[in-house]
């Protein structure tokens, strides 16, 4: 499972494999992966499939 974060601020766009297309995300919030990685989880909009974005391994600034 995927530790909650928190919210992200702004407008965060992802890849939708079922739609197979690229939509802007509904409700983003930052996770930390169970390997470690960080990314940003939301969901599509169309369909309601959940949408991961991989970020680098650094924190924002």
Do not use: D
Request: proline share 5%.
């Amino acid at each position: 499972m995927a530790q909650v974060v928190g919210p992200v601020k702004g407008t965060v766009a992802g890849f939708c494999v079922k739609c197979r297309a690229k939509k802007e995300l509904k409700g983003p919030e930052e996770v930390v992966l169970k390997n470690g990685r960080r990314a940003i989880r939301g969901s599509c909009p169309t369909c309601g499939t959940t949408v991961y974005v991989f970020m680098g391994s650094r924190k924002r600034a």
